[in-house]
C-alpha cells in the first residue's frame, strides 16, 4: 500500500498570498496518477486536480498542481477567503488507492 | 445533473450488520464503477470498495475485506454496501462516489459524491 504523506498538516496564510502544499508518497505513484480535493467544513470533497496537473471542471487557474514519481504540490495563488479548507492528496496508480492525511489551511 | 443520494445510515452494536444504497441520477449508471468512500469523525478519507460498471468486478480495502460487499442494481441506478460484523472503528461517514472513467475505463479517482451517510457503531 502506497502512504501519502502531506505536509505542512496545518498552514496559516493571509488572502492574497500563495499556498503551497506537498505530498510525498512512499513509493513511486504511475503515470502521475495523483488527484488533489478540497473539503470544507461539513462538504463532500471537491476534485480539484488529476493526473497530478490537470484541473477538474471548473477549477479556477489559481490552482496548479505539479509534480512527479514521489514528489506532488498543490499551489493556490492569490487565495480567496473561499480557498481555506482541507486538501487531500489521493493516488489512483497502484491498488489500494490511499489518501493523505490533509492540509489543513486556514487564515492567518 | 448527476446526484448521489446514499441512505441506510444509524446506530448499530458492534457485530450487527447495516446495509447502505446509493441512488444515482442525472447520469448513465450503467456506464460507470462506483466506489464508497468513508471518513471518520474528525479524519481523513479512506477508500472503501468499488464495483466495475457492469459488477464483473469488485475490490476492497483491507480493513473491510470479509466483511462488507458491494453490490449494484444497474436497472434501479442504485449502488449498496452490505456490512456485517461491524467494529467500533467502522464508524464514519460514508460516501459513495462515482468513478471518474467510463465503462472499462475505470480511473478510481472522483468527480461526484454523495451527501455521505452516517454509521454509527456503539456498544
Known amino acids: 500500500e502506497i502512504a501519502l504523506t502531506q505536509s505542512p498538516d496545518t498552514l496559516s496564510l493571509s488572502p492574497g498570498e500563495t499556498a503551497t502544499l506537498s505530498c510525498r508518497a512512499s513509493?513511486?505513484?504511475?503515470?502521475?496518477?495523483l488527484a488533489w480535493y478540497q473539503q470544507k467544513p461539513g462538504q463532500t470533497p471537491r476534485l480539484l486536480m488529476y493526473?497530478?496537473?490537470t484541473r477538474a471542471t471548473g477549477i479556477p487557474d489559481r490552482f496548479s498542481g505539479s509534480g512527479s514519481w514521489t514528489d506532488f504540490t498543490l499551489t493556490i495563488r492569490r487565495l480567496e477567503p473561499e480557498d481555506f479548507a482541507v486538501y487531500y492528496c489521493q493516488q489512483y496508480g497502484t491498488s489500494p488507492i490511499t489518501f493523505g492525511q490533509g492540509t489543513r489551511l486556514e487564515i492567518k | 445533473q448527476v446526484q448521489l443520494v446514499e441512505s441506510g445510515g444509524g446506530v448499530v452494536q458492534p457485530g450487527r450488520s447495516l446495509r447502505l444504497s446509493c441512488e444515482a441520477s442525472?447520469?448513465?449508471?450503467?456506464?460507470?464503477?462506483m466506489h464508497w468512500v468513508r471518513q471518520a469523525p474528525g479524519r481523513g478519507l479512506e477508500w472503501v470498495a468499488v464495483i466495475q460498471y457492469d459488477e464483473s468486478n469488485e475490490y476492497y480495502a483491507d480493513a473491510v475485506k470479509g466483511r462488507f460487499t458491494i453490490s449494484r442494481d444497474n436497472s434501479k441506478n442504485t449502488l449498496f454496501l452490505q456490512m456485517n460484523s461491524l467494529r467500533v472503528e467502522d464508524t464514519a461517514v460514508y460516501y459513495c462516489a462515482r468513478d471518474y472513467g467510463e465503462g472499462s475505463t475505470w480511473l478510481w479517482f472522483f468527480e461526484h459524491w454523495g451527501q455521505g451517510a452516517l454509521v454509527t457503531v456503539s456498544p
Open positions: 442525472g447520469f448513465s449508471f450503467r456506464n460507470y464503477a
Open positions: 513509493q513511486s505513484v504511475g503515470a502521475r496518477q
Open positions: 493526473g497530478a496537473s
